[in-house]
């Protein structure tokens, strides 16, 4: 059995170049976590750490550090965000942007799938050097029935205003839970 989750996210901004995606003040080279068509622009990170990612977004500051993950225990949460920018508004100046997400399992079979997400829908246009957080995000935890291994998550974008479409994707990998109690929020960190 799996448990797999679909959450609303809080939205905002942070700096960057429409289509063009930085690492350490550089432009970033071509990699399959991210892709653009059209001048528009999409990256996807993987974290097991959202809330940290929120807390950071929602800080008014030039740049935006989002944790990454490559491996998550089963039973803990693996979320993808989808940070974009150079979206086309329509004739209102708003901006019409979905994604479908697929997640396969170590054998290459299908784990799970979420069509029509909201990435940016009627919502007005991201200014000109800044990019916007993805109003949804998918995640997964893992059960523990489910292969420990390498998953893959394909995400194909489309702002439709510009009829641009592309696919970016990421890999993580699920491992046996710990022993170890993790800590949670309220509780102190040994």
């Known amino acids: 059995m799996r448990s797999l989750f679909l959450i609303i996210l809080l939205l905002s901004s942070l700096s960057a170049s429409a289509g063009q995606w930085y ?33 950071n977004w929602a800080q008014p500051t030039r740049g935006v550090y989002l944790p990454r993950s490559e491996t998550v225990e089963k039973g803990r949460p693996m979320e993808a965000l989808i940070v974009f920018s150079g979206c086309r508004p329509n004739d209102k100046g708003n901006c019409v942007v979905a994604a479908d997400y697929k997640i396969l399992k170590p054998d290459g079979s299908l784990y799970a799938k979420y069509e029509d997400t909201e990435v940016w829908r ?14 949804d995000r998918v995640g997964l935890i893992a059960d523990p029935d489910d292969p420990i291994g390498e998953y893959k998550i394909h995400c194909t974008v489309r702002d439709t205003i510009a009829n641009s479409e592309f696919t970016i994707s990421a890999g993580f990998v699920v491992v046996e839970a710990s022993k170890k109690p993790h800590p949670t929020a309220d509780a102190p960190v040994e």
Do not use: C, H, Y
């Open 23 to 55: 690492q350490d003040e550089a432009i970033a080279e071509s990699r399959p976590d991210i892709g653009s068509s059209n001048g528009f622009g999409a990256m996807i990170i993987m974290t097991t750490d959202s809330q940290e990612a929120l807390r």
């Open 122 to 135: 009627n919502k007005p246009v991201i200014p000109a050097g800044r990019v916007g957080l993805a109003v």
